[in-house]
Structures are given as structure tokens and as C-alpha cells.
């Protein structure tokens, strides 16, 4: 069982010609552009074609196997990392911020071009014109970084790069809105945190991101900032739907594999691929 492409690729290339049976479990797909991306195509099809069993962790992925020539290819549940309740003090936390008075909204993740943060100071513009002024504050650090607080200085945008943060959730917990703007992986930790917490979402649509959240969350299409600015707007002016949100985000979490489920999962797949080769040797 390999977890990951390039040891899917290695163990595909050591059971060459044997008849023991692989199972490769994709977890993430990569962001990667040019001749990388050619590389990557082709290391993904010999993974896939050499499993007996591709278990994709969204169902984008298991698409992504399937055209890749996967001879079978599964969605597999994948267990979300129970988290400890953030330590929140909340009139201090936000008063740190500058955010007394007016609604705070928070974006964590690694600051890099397809994570969407570009998009987000753009969709920015449009709530500046609110009253009171919404905060972002961007949590985490990454190569688009100082891009993004050049450009937070020259248009002054209502917005504070936070830094790394070693527990992102303690400035979700006193959100009014959480918003994810990127293409990240299946499970990003601001999406898993802000709809534990009742915290509101609003984020980039994507396959992988519609299996975690289900409908507890705005989606909007990647890269358009007028629709993102749009979808916070209306859910700022609009506490009833926040909190429907917010209640549907707690009713999805519960519904989440655990470890035990994935563990059940993957025994049933193994006990699958091995009964064929019991029946043969008996």
C-alpha cells in the first residue's frame, strides 16, 4: 500500500512482474505548471496503472486516477483530524486586530499565486466601501507574501498580514466569516476549523472542497472576485443566514469519517485483492 504518487510510482516499479497486489491512495494533487506538469501527468498514469486499487481521498481525484488508466479506482474516506477547542479570548483578540466595531474576516493557508490570495485583496475593493469597514486578516506566510503586502500598503486595502500563527483556529474562533479564496487540498485546515466552530465559510468551489463541506458553505467559482466580494456582502448583511450556516457546518462535521472508518475501509479492500490469490493457492 503506497500513500502518495512518487512512492506509488516506487512500489509499482519494485512489483514489477510479481503478482502481489498494490493499492496506491492519492491524497492531494499537485500545483505544478510547464514541463513539470507533463512530468507529473506521466508519473501519475504509471501509478495508477500499476495499482490493483486507486483510493483517491475526493472524488476529483478519483476522476483524476480513472482518466489516468486506472483499472480500479474508489473514493475512500478519509479521517478528519479531531482538533482541540481554541483558547479564545475574544474582546482581547480582536481588539489586538483593530477589529472593535466592525466584522472580522479571516483567511489562513500558505500565501502562493493558485492559493487565490490576489484575487481576495481584489475582491477586497468592493467591501472597503461598507460601513464599518470589514477586516481580512491573512494568516500564514509563503513566496507571494511580500507581493501581498505591497500591494495591501499602495491601495489601502482594510487588511493585516498576520503571519504564521501556530494556531490559526484561536483567530477563526472570533470570525464573523471565514473565507477561503484558493485551490488548495481536499481538506484545507481553514475549511475543517471554520466549520467546526460555527464559524461561516465562503470559498473557491471545487469538487474536493463540495465533498468536505457538502452545503455548509458559500461556494464561488475560483478567481472571480466579484463573485467572492459578493457572497461576503450579502452574508454580512444578512445575520439569519450566517448562523443557517453555521449550524449546517456543525451538522457536517458529525457526518465526517474517523480513523476507525478509514481502518474498516481499507481492511475490507485488502481482504478484497488477497482472496483471489487464496483461492489460488488452495
Not at 156 to 171: K, Y
Not at 186 to 213: K, M, N, T
Request: no cysteine; net charge neutral.
Amino acid at each position: 500500500h503506497a500513500h502518495g504518487l512518487h512512492a506509488a510510482v516506487r512500489a509499482g516499479l519494485a512489483l514489477s512482474g510479481r503478482s502481489t497486489p498494490l493499492v496506491v491512495t492519492w491524497h492531494s494533487r499537485p500545483q505544478v505548471e510547464g514541463a513539470r506538469r507533463r512530468m507529473l501527468h506521466l508519473l501519475e498514469r504509471r501509478a495508477a496503472r500499476a495499482a490493483a486499487v486507486v483510493l483517491g481521498t475526493s472524488s476529483e481525484l478519483v476522476d483524476r486516477a480513472r482518466t489516468r488508466g486506472a483499472r480500479d479506482a474508489r473514493l475512500a474516506p478519509a479521517p478528519i483530524p479531531a482538533s482541540r477547542p481554541p483558547v479564545v479570548h475574544d474582546g482581547k483578540a480582536r481588539a489586538e486586530l483593530g477589529a472593535v466595531g466592525r466584522p472580522l474576516l479571516v483567511s489562513s493557508g500558505t500565501l502562493a499565486p493558485h492559493h487565490g490570495y490576489d484575487t481576495l485583496l481584489d475582491a477586497a475593493h468592493a467591501w472597503r466601501e461598507l460601513d464599518p469597514v470589514p477586516l481580512l486578516v491573512l494568516v500564514g506566510e509563503g513566496s507571494s507574501e511580500e507581493a501581498l503586502r505591497h500591494r495591501v500598503l499602495d491601495e489601502g486595502l482594510p487588511v493585516v498580514l498576520a503571519g504564521r500563527r501556530d494556531d490559526p483556529s484561536e483567530l477563526l474562533a472570533v470570525a464573523d466569516l471565514a473565507v477561503l479564496p484558493g485551490r488548495e487540498e481536499p481538506r484545507p485546515l481553514v475549511a475543517r476549523e471554520a466549520l467546526r466552530l460555527g464559524v461561516p465559510l465562503v470559498a473557491a468551489d471545487s469538487r474536493g472542497l463540495r465533498d468536505l463541506v457538502g452545503g455548509a458553505a458559500e461556494l464561488v467559482p475560483y478567481g472571480d472576485a466579484g463573485a467572492l466580494a459578493g457572497a461576503v456582502v450579502r452574508l454580512l448583511g444578512d445575520p439569519g443566514r450566517r448562523e443557517r450556516l453555521a449550524e449546517a457546518g456543525r451538522r457536517q462535521t458529525a457526518g465526517w469519517p474517523t480513523e476507525e472508518d478509514t481502518v474498516a475501509h481499507v481492511l475490507s479492500v485488502y481482504d478484497e485483492l488477497v482472496q483471489p490469490l487464496s483461492a489460488g493457492r488452495a
